[in-house]
C-alpha cells in the first residue's frame, strides 16, 4: 500500500546533541510536510516543501531545519534540541496545496531529550 | 487570530450509544473545516471535510459533521459508537496564511474513549 514512513518511531537524544528525524512517501506526492504535537496540544506546522521549494512558518525557531534530496523523502534536523522539543513529530503528504488536497500523515516519531 | 476549539478533552461513551464532538472555530472568512481521526500509535487520518454545498457531510466509519455558520460550529457525531470507534479526534481549519500557501489550524483534540 503507499503511504507515509516515518523513521524511527521513537527517538531518545541528549540535550544540545543534533538528531535527524526522516520521512518517505510512496504516494509520489508535491507537498511535504512536518508538523511538531506536543503532549496534549495540537499538531502545530513547522514547514512545508512544495516540490523543491522550502516554505517555513514565521514561528518556527531557527533550530529546526528541514532537508528534501528528492520527491520520496524529507528530513527533519534539530540542530540542538532543547527540552522543549520533545514531542511527536508528524509528517504528511499531498498531492497539492488548498483545501481539497487531503493531507496524508505518517504515524509519527516520538522525540524525548534527555 | 484563526482558532479552532475542542471544549473536551475527553468524552466517554458506553458502545452503541450515540456521541457527539464538539468543534467551534473563529473565522471572519470563508472557512474549510475538517476532522482527523488518530488510532494509538498511527498518522492522523481524514474522516470527512466541509468545503462548500450542503451542511451536512458524511464521511467514513458512520461519522458525519454538520456546519454551522450561525454558531461557528463543525460538531461530529456517531448514532451508535464500536469499541473501534476508541481514538483521538481532531478537528481544523484550513486557511489561506500571509505567504500565500494554506496550512491547517488543529484543535487540541478529544478523546474518544468507547466502553463495552
Known amino acids: 500500500d503507499a503511504m507515509v514512513i516515518q523513521n524511527p518511531r521513537y527517538q531518545v537524544t541528549q540535550f544540545g546533541k543534533p538528531v535527524t528525524l526522516s520521512c518517505s512517501q510512496t504516494l509520489n506526492h508535491n507537498v511535504m510536510y512536518w508538523y511538531q504535537q506536543k503532549s496534549s496540544q495540537a499538531p502545530k506546522l513547522l514547514f512545508h516543501?512544495?516540490?523543491?521549494?522550502?516554505?517555513n512558518e514565521a514561528d518556527t525557531p531557527d533550530n529546526f531545519q528541514s532537508r528534501r534530496p528528492n520527491t520520496s523523502f524529507c528530513f527533519l534536523d534539530i540542530r540542538s534540541p532543547g527540552l522543549g522539543d520533545a514531542a511527536m513529530y508528524l509528517c504528511?503528504?499531498?498531492?497539492?496545496?488548498?483545501?481539497?488536497?487531503?493531507?496524508?500523515f505518517g504515524p509519527g516519531t516520538r522525540l524525548t531529550v534527555t | 487570530a484563526q482558532s479552532v476549539t475542542q471544549l473536551d478533552s475527553q468524552v466517554p461513551v458506553f458502545e452503541e450509544a450515540p456521541v457527539e464532538l464538539r468543534c467551534n472555530y473563529s473565522s471572519s472568512v470563508s472557512v474549510y473545516l475538517f476532522w482527523y481521526v488518530q488510532y494509538p500509535n498511527q498518522g492522523l487520518q481524514l474522516l470527512l471535510k466541509?468545503?462548500?454545498?450542503?451542511?451536512l457531510v458524511k464521511g467514513i466509519n458512520g461519522f458525519e459533521a454538520e456546519f454551522n455558520k450561525s454558531q461557528t460550529s463543525f460538531h461530529l457525531r456517531k448514532p451508535s459508537v464500536h469499541i473501534s470507534d476508541t481514538a483521538e479526534y481532531f478537528c481544523a481549519v484550513i486557511l489561506l496564511g500571509s505567504s500565500g500557501t494554506y496550512k491547517y489550524i488543529f484543535g487540541t483534540g478529544t478523546r474518544l474513549k468507547v466502553l463495552a
Open positions: 466541509y468545503l462548500s454545498g450542503s451542511t
Open positions: 504528511a503528504t499531498s498531492s497539492g496545496v488548498g483545501p481539497t488536497y487531503e493531507q496524508y
Open positions: 516543501y512544495y516540490d523543491k521549494d522550502f516554505n
